[in-house]
């Protein structure tokens, strides 16, 4: 099977669904939805969904498997009407956006959360940054880590219940 037609595995759907519960409970909802074509992705927001207001989900081809420099443009593109972004997309492009997103000077501090995301980036992920500007002025080490969230912190993962 073609990877960008691989759909999510079981614990794949189990880690979206407690992703879903964990946004809800921080009041995480997007404005906008940036989501690959990929098969998978395209679950993970289904799993996502419903949201308490409906954002504008744009799929895009040019997502699946984007380096960060193309991830970081598509983010640059976006309206500044628009306060929050889902960006649903892929590894290793979307590791390497957030590393760069918080910048290397940022790795020296005694965060875990940038410690953890340092080590990296497993598949089901949620990065929150804050954005001090316009999207279009977006840039390495224009946002602030918020929290980073894998599926084995989140309650409902198998890796995290087995332990």
């Not at 504008?56 to 972004?85: C, F, I, N, Q």
């Not at 977006?138 to 198998?158: I, K, M, Q």
């Amino acid at each position: 099977m073609p990877d960008h037609e691989r759909p999510l595995n079981p614990r794949g759907r189990r880690a979206a669904l407690a992703l879903r519960e964990a946004m809800e409970g921080l009041g995480l909802a997007p404005d906008l939805v940036l989501v690959s074509t990929s098969v998978r992705t395209l679950q993970t927001l289904e799993a996502l969904e419903p949201w308490a207001d409906t954002p504008l989900v744009e799929r895009m081809a040019s997502l699946y498997d984007a380096p960060s420099p193309l991830l970081l443009e598509t983010l640059r593109g976006v309206k500044e009407t628009v306060r929050s972004v889902l960006l649903l997309a892929h590894n290793p492009g979307i590791h390497e956006l957030a590393m760069s997103l918080v910048g290397a000077h940022a790795m020296t501090f005694a965060n875990p959360d940038l410690r953890r995301l340092a080590e990296g980036y497993p598949s089901g992920t949620l990065t929150e940054y804050t954005v001090p500007g316009p999207w279009h002025g977006l840039d390495s080490g224009g946002a602030r880590l918020v929290r980073y969230l894998c599926p084995r912190d989140l309650p409902g993962d198998s890796a995290r219940d087995a332990r």
